[in-house]
């Protein structure tokens, strides 16, 4: 394959904005159940055994998606190798190995198990582990209906201006990651601690419900407050911060309540900024977290007296106006607006989840939580043609 120019980045953007036109939707009723072209299939559960040494846990993951895994390896190395004239690859195969001792406890572990089982190499399966935290762009929300009930989704939209493909008009690593979605129950003695959406390889979370307590979703924030500098400098050796996906997975692991989840997400210093989007299981509790590295800017939460009955996230703080060419908010407000209160479940939120552009071609799956009941269901997503592709 071919390294991608920023010349070709800009002729594809403008191909892009003709479909970009053409692709917006009225709000979608009557998609759930999942069925239909933009329903590619279910998501296969695994169990992960938290009481299993951590190189263990992921081995009956890793053998089944393996050959997924080393293709998805090899494409994200085929277009590293675009950046810094090959560089980059060195670096990873040279110095990540010696990085993942640094990590903390359990995730070196389990970084180092899925390496020796795949036979990938240890820096390869670091990058990868990196390359989530980073390419990801997202649409999640939390609602409550009349009842109390608290409702938590999310559209994971991954690959972000990686790998056009002029030919099947998708995005080659949206595509390459589809099959290595996976559906994890972490168990403790045999008990479920928490289910999470993941990537096979990959050992944060992104997507996750601790049955009872709270569910969680993270989306990037793409803000040059600070921005990548720590994953810089993290690289180059000042580790002080925590990676993003680390402390979800920690905080699903181990919170014992959603007021100590939403400390946790708070006040830990983190390697770059995100949104956390956090739901519980009582009235009132769902809430955005706008995060830079070092603090907390605003939390944004549920609240019945002033009519707001449900807070939607994509990658742009609450209180600015997204991006012209990047506008999901609008479409998804008008169509939650639409929906109201009264008629607000994990069906109809699907509903709103199925809309171009909140569906678009970089949407990998589709994630639906309940925290009272203990519900995570994913579906993967395609979005045929004519789609927009962001
Ligand atoms: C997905 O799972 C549902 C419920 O278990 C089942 O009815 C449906 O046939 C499955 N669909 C596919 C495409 O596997
Ligand atoms: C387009 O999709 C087909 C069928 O999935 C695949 O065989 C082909 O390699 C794809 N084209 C490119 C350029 O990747
Ligand atoms: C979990 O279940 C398996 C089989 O059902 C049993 O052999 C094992 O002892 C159990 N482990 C724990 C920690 O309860
Ligand atoms: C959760 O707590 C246990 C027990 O203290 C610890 O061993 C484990 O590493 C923690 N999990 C994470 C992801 O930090
Ligand atoms: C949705 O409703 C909220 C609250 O009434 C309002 O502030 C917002 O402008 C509406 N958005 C759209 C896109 O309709
Ligand atoms: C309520 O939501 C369901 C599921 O999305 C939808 O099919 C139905 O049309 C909605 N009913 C009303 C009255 O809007």
């Not at 072209?37 to 559960?45: D, E, I, L, M, S």
Request: glycine residues 8%.
């Amino acid at each position: 394959m071919k390294p991608t120019s920023f010349y070709d980045i800009f002729i594809t953007s403008l191909f892009l904005f003709s479909q970009f036109v053409r692709g917006l939707d009225d709000c979608r009723s009557g998609m759930y159940p999942p069925k239909g072209p933009t329903f590619k299939g279910n998501v296969t559960w695994y169990t992960v055994n938290l009481d299993l040494p951590p190189s263990d846990r992921w081995t009956q993951v890793i053998k089944d998606k393996n050959t997924e895994l080393i293709t998805m390896v090899q494409t994200i190395k085929d277009m590293a190798k675009g950046f810094f004239h090959g560089k980059l690859v060195d670096l990873v195969d040279e110095e990540l190995p010696l990085i993942v001792d640094t990590l903390p406890q359990p995730f070196n572990e389990e970084i180092k198990g899925i390496a020796a089982v795949s036979g990938i190499p240890l820096g390869e399966i670091t990058l990868f582990n990196i390359f989530y935290e980073i390419f990801t762009v997202c649409t999640s929300i939390v609602a409550e209906d009349l009842n109390g009930n608290i409702y938590h989704a999310r559209n994971l939209d991954f690959g972000l201006f990686m790998g056009w493909d002029q030919q099947n008009k998708t995005w080659t690593l949206t595509e390459k990651l589809k099959p290595l979605v996976v559906n994890v129950n972490f168990q403790r003695g045999n008990k479920t601690v928490f289910k999470s959406t993941n990537f096979a390889g990959y050992v944060g979370i992104l997507t996750g419900v601790r049955p009872g307590e709270l569910s969680l979703t993270m989306n990037e924030r793409f803000n040059f407050d600070g921005g990548y500098i720590g994953i810089l400098e993290w690289i180059l050796g000042k580790r002080d911060g925590m990676w993003m996906g680390f402390l979800t997975r920690k905080v699903l692991e181990n919170a014992t309540s959603y007021e100590d989840a939403k400390n946790q997400l708070s006040l830990t210093k983190l390697l770059a900024p995100a949104y956390f989007i956090l739901g519980g299981n009582r009235v009132g509790q769902g809430c955005v977290i706008t995060r830079t590295r070092i603090n907390t800017l605003d939390v944004w939460e549920l609240d019945m007296k002033l009519g707001r009955w449900y807070i939607l996230e994509t990658n742009y703080d609450h209180w600015e106006k997204p991006m012209i060419f990047d506008d999901r908010r609008t479409p998804a407000m008008k169509c939650m607006n639409q929906t109201t209160q009264a008629n607000v479940s994990l069906a109809s939120i699907y509903d709103v989840l199925s809309t171009k552009p909140v569906l678009n071609k970089l949407t990998t799956y589709t994630s639906l939580m309940e925290v009272s009941t203990g519900t995570l269901e994913s579906y993967i997503r395609d979005c045929p043609n004519p789609c927009t592709p962001w």
